[in-house]
C-alpha cells in the first residue's frame, strides 16, 4: 500500500533555492528546509542568502549560502560544480514600471537579462544533470502578469510569458529523463520587488481589492506549492503552472453585483 504520510518528505533530497536572501526566495528555501531538503540557498545578495540559511538551521534544517549571479553563465557552472540538486527553485526577477515607449535599450537589456537569459542560463546549468542523474523537480515563479497586463508591465510581463514556455518546452523534453518542470504563477505578493508600491497607498489599497480576499499575499503563502511541487505528491505533474494569486485572475473585480 502506497504510504501517503511520506507524499511531502522531502529528506535525502538536495534544494537548490536560487533568490533565497528574501521574498519569496526566502520563504521558498525556510519552507524546504523545514521538509527535510539539504538546502543550498544562492543568491546575488551573499549576506542575506547567509540569514536565510541561519534561519532554516534554527528551524532544525539542513542548509548552507551561497553566492551565485544567474546573470553569470561561468559564474554559476563554478559555483555549481558540485551541487547534484534534486530540486530547483528559481524566484529571481527585476522590474521596470514604465510605458513601453519610455522604456530604453538598457533597461529592456537589464530586465530580460534577469528574468529571461538569467533563467535560460539557470536551467542549462542545473537540468542537464538532472537529466543524467534521472531525476529532478525545478520550479520558476511566473507571475499572472504572463496572462494578465496592466500599463507599464510591458516587458516584464514578456519575460514571464517567455519563461512560461520555455519551461513547458523544457518540461517536454526532459520528461522521458524524469525530471519535472513546472511554474508558480503569483499575484501580488508583499516582497522587495513590489516594495514601491506600498508607500502609494491607492495604489496598495486598488491591487488588494482586485483579489477575491481583498488583501495581498504573503511569501509563505507561496510556499505549499513549492513544498508540493518539490515532492512526490507531485509525481505525475509537469509542464503546469499553478496560480497562487488570490482569486485575481478568477474573477473580474471591478463591481460586486447586488445579488
Not at 60 to 69: F, I, K, N, S, Y
Amino acid at each position: 500500500m502506497f504510504d501517503y504520510r511520506s507524499m511531502f518528505d522531502l529528506h535525502g533530497k538536495t534544494a537548490l533555492v536560487v533568490g533565497a536572501a528574501s521574498g519569496i526566495g526566502q520563504a521558498s528555501a525556510l519552507g524546504v528546509a523545514a521538509f527535510g531538503a539539504n538546502t543550498f540557498c544562492a543568491d546575488v545578495n551573499l549576506a542575506g542568502a547567509e540569514e536565510t540559511a541561519r534561519m532554516a538551521r534554527e528551524q532544525g534544517g539542513q542548509a548552507q549560502a551561497m553566492l551565485l549571479d544567474m546573470r553569470d553563465s561561468k559564474g554559476m557552472a563554478d559555483a555549481l560544480k558540485d551541487v547534484a540538486a534534486d530540486i530547483l527553485v528559481s524566484a529571481p526577477s527585476i522590474n521596470v514600471r514604465k510605458p513601453l515607449l519610455d522604456i530604453t535599450d538598457e533597461e529592456f537589456d537589464r530586465v530580460i537579462g534577469l528574468n529571461l537569459k538569467g533563467t535560460f542560463m539557470l536551467l542549462k546549468q542545473v537540468a542537464r544533470g538532472m537529466a543524467e542523474r534521472g531525476r529532478g523537480s525545478i520550479m520558476v515563479f511566473s507571475s499572472i502578469r504572463a496572462e494578465v497586463v496592466e500599463p507599464g508591465q510591458g516587458v516584464y510581463a514578456a519575460t514571464k510569458a517567455g519563461a512560461r514556455q520555455m519551461c513547458r518546452a523544457l518540461a517536454a523534453e526532459l520528461g522521458p529523463k524524469g525530471v519535472r518542470v513546472n511554474l508558480i504563477a503569483p499575484g501580488v505578493v508583499e516582497t522587495p520587488l513590489t516594495a514601491p508600491i506600498k508607500s502609494k497607498p491607492d495604489w496598495y489599497e486598488a491591487y488588494a481589492n482586485k483579489s477575491i480576499f481583498k488583501r495581498w499575499g504573503q511569501p509563505h503563502e507561496m510556499v505549499g506549492a513549492v513544498v508540493f511541487l518539490a515532492s512526490e505528491a507531485s509525481s505525475y505533474v509537469t509542464g503546469a503552472v499553478i496560480t497562487v494569486d488570490g482569486g485575481w485572475t478568477a474573477a473580474d473585480g471591478r463591481f460586486m453585483p447586488p445579488l
